[in-house]
């Protein structure tokens, strides 16, 4: 079974930086897509980033081009979320979840296995 481990999340004021974490547990993990999704107070969940298996692709959403960055280290079996100049609209609960589809996965109906969440606050 997969088991999907987020942490990191946490207070910060606006401009600040957090990194995410999210440990994966079960079959091998490089052979799995990741993504970050997030869902804010009386929202729906959206999109944020993916890695395909490979390293040599990654999406952003709008929305955090050029503040977040995401990457894996498959020796860890950690996938990490970089965001710098957190905003306060970035303020909602981070998911992170995976797949086992080559292509970069954008949609939440494309992902089988998924955390549990870390709440980040971003503070005006």
């Known amino acids: 079974q997969v088991q999907l481990v987020e942490s990191g999340g946490g207070l910060v004021q606006a401009g600040g930086s957090l990194r995410l974490s999210c440990a994966v547990s079960?079959?091998?993990?490089?052979?799995?897509?990741m993504g970050w999704f997030r869902q804010a107070p009386g929202k729906e969940r959206e999109f944020v980033s993916a890695?395909?298996?490979?390293?040599?692709?990654?999406a952003y959403a709008d929305s955090v081009k050029g503040r977040f960055t995401i990457s894996r280290d498959n020796g860890k079996n950690t996938v990490y979320l970089q965001m710098d100049s957190l905003k306060p609209e970035d303020t909602a609960v981070y998911y992170c979840?995976?797949?086992?589809?080559?292509?970069?996965?954008?949609?939440?109906?494309?992902?089988?296995?998924w955390g549990q969440g870390t709440q980040v606050t971003v503070s005006s």
């Open positions: 079960g079959r091998t993990f490089r052979w799995y897509g």
């Open positions: 890695i395909s298996w490979t390293l040599s692709r990654t």
């Open positions: 979840a995976a797949n086992q589809k080559p292509a970069i996965s954008l949609y939440e109906s494309e992902y089988s296995y």
